[in-house]
């Protein structure tokens, strides 16, 4: 262990953006990546190992252990976004890499998640770009953990702006990872952890636009080729409610080395709601009525894009 560098968890949800935010996490010379876990909803879970396995090996990770979640939420993801990430597994710099299964633990995440912080020397980062499923449960199993949790860091949620949830048992006011298993929302915002949410209402800042796409092709590391490669595949393959991809996890990923001065973070109370029909709608509470914590309210979408561009070009 390198005690100068964050210990960090990730804990992911296999789609195209949570694997670019575990290459753009593995640039971070600030970093010390300690484990991940793949939490089985916006992905097909052999899918999501393959692939994380293989960016591990590309930036020579073989130590860092894998696990799987097994808790699965009510509100299952659309089968076609599930399947969109497989598509990374095609690309030639994937299929060149040997990913080793050797890494993988058979232990279910979250349980994994409560030995390492039951052992941790120092307080760990957790990094959140899928459901809170396993961490929900870890805290609530053992509360006393939470000493041993510095910051979570969480894509999830829309505060005050719409959703995007377009179910028929939903009025689209929540977000896809609160809404996948909304009690692990409840109870991730209950447990009061130094948690900083990054909702909707500062992602919608960072869509996957065509300048964007443009600037990074100037950038010519095989590093910044594959991000431009997996980024390629979110245009077109999207189901018809929703036709912009945004850099949901990547922003959440750069909160961990960021300069905070790109950032507008508000402290206050959230809560959720986990019934029919607004289930994972996370909405600003009075104290007392709700739970203590931060959230990204805006961001300056440039400064993020020249950050993003910079750990490419540092790396490789
Ligand atoms: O709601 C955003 C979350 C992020 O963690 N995910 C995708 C990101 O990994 C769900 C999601 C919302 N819209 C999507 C999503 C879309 N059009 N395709 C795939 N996933
Ligand atoms: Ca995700």
């Known amino acids: 262990m390198n005690k100068n560098k964050k210990q960090v968890v990730f804990d992911h949800d296999g789609g195209i953006d949570d694997l670019l935010s575990l290459m753009f996490l593995l640039c971070m010379d600030e970093v010390e990546l300690i484990g991940v876990c793949v939490t089985p909803a916006d992905c097909y879970p ?65 349980q994994w998640l409560e030995a390492l912080l039951m052992n941790a020397e120092v307080p760990v980062t957790i990094l959140m770009t899928g459901p809170a499923s396993n961490l929900a449960k870890t805290v609530t199993h053992n509360p006393g953990l939470k000493a041993k949790i510095s910051r979570v860091i969480w894509m999830g949620g829309a505060v005050e702006v719409r959703g995007n949830v ?52 100037k950038i010519k590391t095989p590093l910044a080729e594959l991000a431009g490669q997996c980024w390629a595949a979110t245009v077109t393959a999207i189901p018809a409610y929703e036709f912009t991809y945004f850099m949901w996890d990547v ?52 400064a993020v894009i020249n950050y993003l561009f910079e750990l490419l070009q540092t790396k490789k």
């Open 251 to 302: 922003l959440a990923t750069s909160l961990l080395t960021i300069d905070e001065r790109a950032l507008t973070i508000q402290a206050g109370y959230l809560t959720a709601s986990v019934t029919t029909p607004d289930a994972g709608r996370m909405s600003v509470a009075p104290a007392g009525k709700g739970f203590a914590c931060q959230w990204l309210t805006d961001v300056d979408a440039d």
């Open 46 to 110: 052999d899918d999501a190992v393959e692939s994380t396995l293989k960016i591990l090996a590309m930036f020579n990770q073989q130590d860092v252990p894998v696990t799987v979640g097994n808790i699965i939420g009510p509100n299952p993801f659309p089968g076609d976004w599930r399947a969109q990430p497989r598509l990374c597994r095609a690309l030639p710099a994937f299929l060149r890499t040997e990913a080793d299964y050797s890494q993988l633990k058979p232990e279910p995440a979250h």
């Open 166 to 217: 377009a179910m028929h048992d939903h009025d689209g006011s929540a977000e896809w990872n609160a809404y996948w298993h909304p009690q692990a929302t409840y109870d991730l915002l209950s447990a009061e952890l130094p948690l900083v949410v990054v909702p909707l209402d500062a992602t919608n800042r960072l869509p996957v636009s065509w300048p964007f796409l443009a600037e990074l092709a």
